[in-house]
């Protein structure tokens, strides 16, 4: 596996996800970015915007299996992880893995559960691992959480402490279609070139092997970053916990995923090297999640995001 390779595929994938998908093209990107670097990403977008048809489809381009768990208030923690029940006939206990067992999971309105459903799931993300009556049981290599959230509907919701939402590498915000976009997709309903005639049709095609992909992915840590860029990622992610605007900033895990996401995005550009505008352009979706304002910045109307150009802003980029 090379580094020509990994820019193959992914420019692959993009194309062949593009053919069902319409338009969102940086949000396919950015759910590239956190698979190839083994991550997890947190939707977000109403009902209705395409969000599980980019993670089936996604599955379908990199040869992946696919679960999908509804969160809802009564889903237990064994719902996610896998119980194990007696087996009368055998006269003994087998396990019966849940849903986590697969590769591309989407975890669908991920603040319908309670607390502790939500932790089953964030520590099988976080460790890889899931214990089931004591026994510990290996997840795919591949294992990736999309986890989706409605932005609209807060009641009777159970958010996800700002602690928990540091494990998603980042943020994925998924808008309404553009005119034209919404003319293509109602154009195309009905005839064969529907998004979903397109996935069941096998008119796009796995650009890759579920095998294959673990090895591919190693090769984002070969795209070549300065230490004058390193330097200056490091320096954005600490201004977050100085800037007056900002009650809580990004934790270390920020930095970790920023440099992640920056070589992703590169090789995603077709190069073997970071640029200022890599680390800028993943900044955003890095870091917005984790960051808290105080409250008086934030009734005034100022959103994480903008706080987050006025750090770019602020911090001078290595030439
Ligand atoms: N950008 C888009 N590209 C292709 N199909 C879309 C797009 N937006 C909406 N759709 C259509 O709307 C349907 C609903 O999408 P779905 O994935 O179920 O949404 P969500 O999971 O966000 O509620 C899709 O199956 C597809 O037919
Ligand atoms: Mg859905």
């Given at each position: 596996?090379n580094?020509?390779r990994?820019?193959?595929?992914?420019a692959?994938a993009?194309h062949e996800?593009?053919?069902?998908?319409i338009?969102?093209?940086?949000?396919?990107?950015?759910?590239?970015?956190?698979?190839f670097?083994?991550?997890?990403?947190l939707i977000?977008?109403?009902?209705?915007?395409a969000?599980?048809?980019l993670?089936?489809?996604?599955?379908?381009?990199?040869?992946?299996?696919?679960a999908?768990?509804?969160f809802?208030p009564?889903?237990m923690?064994?719902?996610?992880?896998?119980?194990?029940?007696f087996?009368?006939?055998?006269n003994e206990?087998?396990?019966?893995?849940?849903?986590?067992?697969t590769?591309f999971?989407?975890?669908?309105?991920?603040?319908?559960?309670?607390?502790?459903?939500?932790?089953?799931?964030?520590?099988a993300?976080?460790?890889?691992?899931v214990?089931?009556?004591?026994?510990?049981?290996?997840?795919?290599?591949n294992?990736?959480?999309?986890?989706?959230?409605n932005?609209?509907e807060?009641?009777?919701?159970?958010?996800?402490?700002?602690?928990?939402?540091?494990?998603?590498?980042?943020k994925?915000?998924m808008?309404?279609p553009?005119?034209?976009?919404e003319?293509?997709?109602?154009?195309?309903t009905?005839?064969?070139e529907?998004?979903?005639?397109?996935?069941?049709s096998g008119?796009i095609?796995?650009?890759?092997?579920?095998?294959?992909?673990?090895?591919?992915?190693?090769?984002?840590?070969?795209v070549?970053?300065?230490?004058e860029?390193v330097?200056y990622?490091?320096d954005?992610?600490r201004a977050?916990?100085q800037?007056?605007?900002?009650?809580v900033?990004?934790?270390p895990?920020?930095?970790?995923?920023?440099?992640?996401?920056?070589?992703?995005?590169?090789?995603m550009s077709?190069?073997?090297?970071?640029t200022p505008?890599?680390?800028?352009?993943?900044a955003?979706p890095?870091l917005?999640?984790?960051?808290?304002?105080r409250p008086e910045?934030e009734i005034?109307?100022?959103?994480?995001?903008?706080v987050?150009?006025?750090?770019?802003?602020?911090?001078a980029v290595?030439?």
């Open positions: 596996m580094n020509e990994l820019k193959e595929v992914l692959a993009r996800t593009a053919k069902v998908i338009g969102q093209h940086d949000v396919i990107e950015k759910a590239l970015i956190c698979i670097t083994g991550n997890h990403a977000e977008g109403v009902p209705g915007v969000k599980t048809l993670v089936r489809t996604l599955a379908h381009v990199l040869g992946c299996d696919f999908r768990i509804q809802t009564d889903l923690p064994a719902d996610i992880t896998g119980t194990s029940v087996n009368l006939q055998r206990f087998s396990v019966v893995k849940g849903p986590v067992f590769s999971l989407l975890a669908d309105e991920i603040n319908r559960a309670p607390a502790k459903t939500q932790s089953a799931l964030l520590q993300m976080q460790e890889r691992l214990t089931i009556d004591r026994e510990t049981h290996t997840l795919s290599p294992f990736t959480v999309f986890a989706t959230q932005p609209i807060y009641e009777g919701t159970y958010p996800l402490p700002e602690a928990q939402k540091d494990r998603f590498m980042l994925i915000t808008r309404a553009g005119r034209d976009e003319l293509t997709l109602a154009t195309r009905m005839t064969k529907s998004p979903e005639a397109m996935l069941a008119a095609q796995a650009v890759i092997k579920a095998d294959d992909l673990v090895a591919l992915r190693e090769q984002i840590g070969a070549v970053m300065r230490e860029l330097a990622l490091v954005i992610v977050t916990r800037h007056e605007s900002i009650l900033g990004a934790g895990r920020a930095t970790q995923s920023l440099m992640m996401a920056s070589r992703a995005y590169a090789a077709g190069r073997d090297f970071v505008d890599d680390i800028k352009s993943m955003v890095v917005e999640h984790r960051i808290i304002l910045f005034e109307g100022l959103s994480v995001a903008e987050i150009q006025q750090i770019l802003e602020q911090i290595p030439r």
